[in-house]
């Protein structure tokens, strides 16, 4: 069975889990504000014609908007003494432990706080459309409940193709892999 998402499960038990940082800030807006490149240089390059003033336009439009939202989010964190994306986080995660009890993983929100990404994989995915797209896939090691109250890591995996909004979380490890080589025959 599962279950989709809209957002990335270890980014959002990171950003419960730490507390504010400007780079935290940076990183979280990132996506957003590099959105903002391709338009500057499309619209310097129809106005003005030189790609060189437009790139530079668009990476100081970009710092200028990055700084913007760093700095909004200092503000909030100092005013109100929480982080924005702490308190998203917090309420992601509260809802996902009713939502993970569908897959039968038992577990709760501080277990989830605790979890750890062991492995990633990317792997290029030609079969479905024309295009090839990158699939991201994580593995993550989630603390759950048993029926005596022993605690037992469970792996889940989650997947994601790269450039869209949708996580897809499941029951999984990775896979050994075993290799093809020769025998070394010096002894």
Avoid: C, W
């Avoid at 939502?99 to 990404?117: G, H, M």
Wanted: charged residues 25%; glycine residues 6%.
């Amino acid at each position: 069975m599962k279950l989709i998402i809209n957002y990335d499960f270890i980014k959002e038990v990171y950003n419960a889990r730490d507390n504010f940082t400007l780079s935290k800030s940076f990183f979280n807006n990132l996506p957003s504000n590099i959105k903002f490149i391709p338009f500057a240089i499309g619209f310097s390059a129809l106005y003005g014609g030189d790609l060189s003033i437009a790139s530079q336009a668009s990476v100081v439009g970009f710092g200028l908007i990055s700084a913007g939202d760093v700095l909004t989010d200092a503000i909030f964190y100092k005013i109100y003494g929480e982080d924005v994306y702490q308190m998203t986080a917090s309420k992601r995660l509260k809802k996902l432990v009713g939502e993970l009890e569908d897959l039968n993983i038992k577990t709760d929100y501080d277990s989830l706080l605790e979890s750890e990404l062991y492995e990633k994989h990317y792997k290029v995915d030609v079969n479905e459309g024309i295009l090839p797209r990158l699939v991201e896939k994580k593995y993550v090691l989630v603390p759950g409940h048993f029926f005596r109250g022993d605690k037992e890591d469970i792996s889940i995996l989650q997947e994601h193709v790269v450039g869209s909004k949708e996580y897809v979380l499941s029951l999984g490890s990775p896979s050994k892999k075993t290799s093809k080589r020769l025998a070394n025959s010096f002894s």
